[in-house]
């Protein structure tokens, strides 16, 4: 039994320290977000933030992640009541299958609680791993400006919000 | 989320007070098949000529909730939201009250593939006129009951308001089997100057789950009980396994079973990691005996035309006072390319008291039910296929087969719910890639600059192996008593296969079209998005700009001189006015301006897409700046969805074009992941893209899916020639052949 913090809440989970975050995530917990797209690290899809980084679920064992803090596209909202890049996405329709978009979600958090204005080019650099086969990226790119500008109203509304 | 449905067939019939479903299909068919004495009366547009009974469609329920069924599938492309928009509409009910229910040999019509762009001619034909005669039928019971002129009623919010102001709620009006009766040839449909629904850019009705881990996917399906199971499948296509010891597999932890069949080999497990590392250990211990069957990569294009072909003049046009002064000849290569979804392929199937279900997201759930049936050797009706998204197709990528391996290894557990999850390299390796093509083109000038005659040849394998059939399925075909693959055959014109596209929509004098349909079949390969159109409208766009080149002329101009179709100048006026097309344009330096056009397969959308690409000369990268398109799709009935369509053509196109080739040895695939088969990424994301829609109230939907993908291919090489001076005829059009075509 290892425990494992995700979106705030620790589980007990009975799996092999090798087996991959993204399985665990996926099977054990029941948590449907982060996608199953290559298992190589070459596509991004599995993309959960563990310690406020964006990591790929399929390449980091669970031993690796033990005691840190994971989040995962659930844990940033819901349909009823979602998240600034949650709204964002949504916004701007920013989807076509939408099978690698919740990778690409978690990798642009994490990349706006560290830059709350990036600039297109550091987004579209930031996004390089993640790979979309739909040609949504024109409406990620603006989706991903977009969260920026509601998060910051989100946090001069609000105040700081717990990091991610 | 699709799946599990809940509105199976057992809760629809017992809806108290509510229309019984019962799409006589059998009926319909049978009705089809038998030769009518008399002339046929007008048959109903769409998917209506099919399942022409109102219920098949759709279904109202005593309490007023309406269901509406469509035979075709959510491929991720938002075809179920624009259903519910033209049902909305038509019905005179708010968007928000329907409930879509989508491909399901249970509950739904059979409409075939859900592929070549043909959702919303099919059944959003079907359900838009469905939907318009239930409105009257629902008017006329209420003009019925209090005995008034059906003129004098009007409906509204699912409602039929008499002339007094009373209401009658359809719920309340429907009775019976009111709509259990075959569609009208004609309906009155709304005019489109009061549609309220349609025609407005309606968010997604899938995306909030999407972006909120919300279960999407059939990938996300948890079925009680539910295990895991990994097929490892052969290195090569034909390997036999000659040996494998499954005695240490089965003290892995969590291994429930090892399915053997033949060349087919799976492994089954409580939970997925476990089925992994079990998988990993079998395919260790499987012994296969290769054989080298695969053609040389490098020369392709001879190989293609020196097969055995089947040849046929598809179009010919003689007019010998047109006589040519220059010629122009070129040839034109595509290599095999991949659907490359990025969720490979996933299927769950159970097997209970003999009955099989799978749910897939296969692009024909009716197909896919005969191939399976006829694999596992069970009548048709004890297997039920239910279509849940998958990630994008695309085509025929490997959702069939992943749907027959699931059912092939949950018929050796029955009762319990099985998961199948292909690899990133199965997907690669095994998906029915989009065939490799090769044209020749020859055309002569007149002396006004103008083309006197014109010829076009296509060497293509056929553009579709899908099921049915067990054998178009890799279970069928590897296990122990296997099912031979399904002969290829030609697509029928006027939309054909590696034809596609083939004849040109200009008007030229003199003009043959040859089709070389090649049976042998290298590679595995199947219907990939625009099938021959992509390859097509690459090379005579292509060549359409060479011999502008040749005439001096414009290319827009030069397409003008040769186009009478009006819809088709208004698209090129459109996507030239908007890029900015100048004549004697000049493009900054290392830039160069492309432009293409085409109607996908003569008879569907019409699309023109203009390009700036740039081109480091040092290196030869090419980089698309921006694009800018003009589509006309027909009535439109979700803008931002058509533009969406088009951003994603042209995207996904570009990476085509610029990066991708299937590549092989003598016996294995060895492009079988994203290192090897290198697509687009966020670095050449164009700066911008613009896509301006045409909208033509009361047309006929023409789907939006696959038209842009041709043109946005010829535009990107046209700029790359324009930005080089060299011309590039083979696909992709990659750093290295530009930066070779440089330094010639």
């Given amino acids: ?164 | 989320m699709n799946a599990p449905v809940i509105l199976d067939r057992r809760r629809v019939l017992a809806g108290g007070g509510a229309l019984i479903v019962s799409f006589s299909l059998r009926d319909a068919f049978a009705q089809n098949q038998a030769a009518p004495a008399a002339a046929p009366p007008p048959s109903p547009p769409g998917s209506l000529k099919q399942a022409p009974f109102l219920d098949s469609w759709i279904r109202i329920d005593a309490d007023g909730s309406i269901t509406v069924f469509t035979g075709k599938a959510e491929l991720g492309q938002g075809f179920k939201t624009a259903v519910q928009q033209i049902a909305a509409e038509e019905l005179d009910v708010p968007f928000e009250s329907l409930k879509v229910v989508t491909a399901d040999t249970r509950l739904t019509a059979n409409e075939g593939y859900t592929s070549g762009s043909n959702s919303m001619k099919d059944s959003g034909t079907a359900i838009q006129n469905a939907a318009a005669q239930v409105r009257g039928l629902l008017v006329a019971e209420a003009a019925r009951r209090l005995d008034l002129p059906v003129e004098n009623f009007r409906t509204e919010g699912g409602a039929v308001i008499a002339p007094d102001g009373r209401r009658f709620g359809y719920g309340d009006l429907v009775a019976a089997d009111m709509l259990h009766v075959q569609a009208q040839p004609k309906s009155k449909l709304k005019d489109p100057a009061t549609f309220k629904v349609m025609g407005q850019p309606i968010p997604r009705v899938d995306i909030p789950a999407k972006v909120t881990g919300g279960a999407a996917y059939v990938q996300d399906m948890r079925l009680p009980g539910m295990v895991h199971a990994r097929v490892v499948r052969p290195p090569s296509y034909g390997a036999q396994l000659v040996d494998c010891d499954t005695g240490e597999i089965y003290a892995l932890a969590g291994v429930i079973k090892v399915v053997r069949d033949g060349n087919f080999l799976a492994v089954v497990a409580t939970k997925e990691f476990q089925a992994i590392k079990a998988m990993n250990a079998l395919s260790a211990a499987a012994k296969w005996q290769e054989t080298a069957t695969l053609p040389k990569q490098d020369d392709l294009p001879r190989v293609l035309t020196s097969l055995p072909s089947q040849d046929s003049t598809i179009f010919e046009q003689k007019n010998p006072v047109a006589a040519g002064q220059k010629t122009v000849e070129a040839t034109y290569t595509r290599p095999y390319q991949a659907h490359g979804s990025i969720g490979p392929s996933c299927a769950i199937a159970q097997f209970i008291n003999r009955a099989m279900t799978v749910w897939t997201h296969t692009q024909g759930v009716y197909p896919d039910r005969q191939g399976i049936a006829e694999m596992l050797r069970v009548p048709l009706e004890s297997v039920r296929c239910i279509h849940v998204e998958g990630s994008g197709c695309y085509g025929h990528n490997g959702a069939d087969d992943a749907a027959a391996d699931a059912a092939l290894i949950a018929r050796a557990l029955p009762g319990v719910p099985v998961r199948v999850q292909w690899t990133r390299e199965q997907e690669h390796a095994w998906e029915p890639f989009g065939p490799a093509m090769v044209t020749k083109l020859r055309a002569s000038l007149d002396g006004e600059g103008k083309i006197s005659d014109w010829n076009f040849e296509v060497w293509s394998n056929t553009h579709s192996m899908r099921p049915g059939g067990a054998g178009s399925m890799l279970a069928g075909q590897h296990m122990a008593q296997p099912f031979a693959v399904p002969a290829p055959k030609p697509l029928a014109l006027p939309e054909g296969g590696g034809d596609r596209n083939a004849i040109p929509g200009y008007k030229f004098p003199n003009a043959k079209v040859v089709h070389h349909f090649i049976p042998a079949m290298p590679l595995r390969i199947s219907a990939m998005r625009a099938l021959g159109a992509y390859h097509n409208v690459f090379s005579i766009e292509s060549f359409m700009d060479e011999l502008a080149g040749a005439a001096g002329t414009d290319p827009v101009e030069f397409r003008l001189k040769h186009l009478d179709d009006p819809r088709g100048r208004d698209v090129i006026d459109k996507a030239a006015q908007a890029f900015g097309w100048r004549k004697s344009q000049q493009a900054p330096p290392d830039r160069g301006f492309g432009f293409a056009y085409a109607r996908y397969k003569n008879l569907a959308a019409y699309c023109a897409i203009a390009t700036e690409v740039e081109v480091n000369r040092e290196t030869g990268r090419p980089r698309l700046v921006r694009a800018v398109a003009a589509v006309d799709s027909g009535q439109v009935v979700n803008p931002d969805g058509l533009i969406n369509q088009i951003e994603g053509a042209i995207v996904q196109s570009m990476s085509w074009t610029l990066y991708e080739s299937v590549t092989f040895d003598d016996t294995r695939i060895t492009s079988i992941d994203w290192q090897t088969y290198p697509i687009l990424r966020f670095n050449a994301v164009p700066d911008s893209i613009e896509v301006h829609i045409i909208n033509r109230p009361s047309q006929p939907f023409l789907g939006s899916g696959e038209t842009g993908q041709g043109p946005a291919a010829a535009s990107i090489a046209n700029a790359i020639a324009n930005a080089t001076g060299k011309r590039l005829r083979h696909l992709p059009l990659t750093r290295k052949r530009i930066k070779d075509a440089i330094d010639a």
Avoid at chain 1, 22 to 31: A, G, K, M
Avoid at chain 1, 69 to 85: A, F
Avoid at chain 1, 129 to 134: E, F, G, K
């Fill in chain 1, 1 to 164: 039994m290892m425990t494992l913090q995700v979106n705030g809440r620790a589980h007990q989970v009975d799996a092999d320290p090798d087996t991959p975050l993204l399985y665990v995530l996926r099977d054990d917990l029941e948590l449907n977000a982060a996608k199953f797209g290559c298992g190589l690290g070459q596509c991004g899809s599995c993309t959960v933030i563990v310690d406020g980084n964006a990591v790929l679920s399929c390449v980091t064992p669970l031993l690796l992640v033990e005691g840190k803090q994971v989040t995962t596209l659930e844990g940033l909202g819901t349909v009823d009541s979602p998240s600034p890049i949650q709204r964002a996405f949504i916004e701007e329709q920013a989807a076509q299958c939408g099978y690698c978009i919740a990778g690409m979600m978690m990798r642009a958090q994490a990349l706006l609680r560290k830059n709350s204005s990036p600039t297109d080019e550091q987004i579209r650099a930031e996004l390089e791993p993640h790979l979309c086969r739909c040609g949504t990226h024109m409406r990620i790119l603006r989706a991903v400006q977009r969260a920026a500008r509601l998060m910051q109203t989100a946090d001069a509304s609000t105040g700081q919000r717990s990091a991610q």
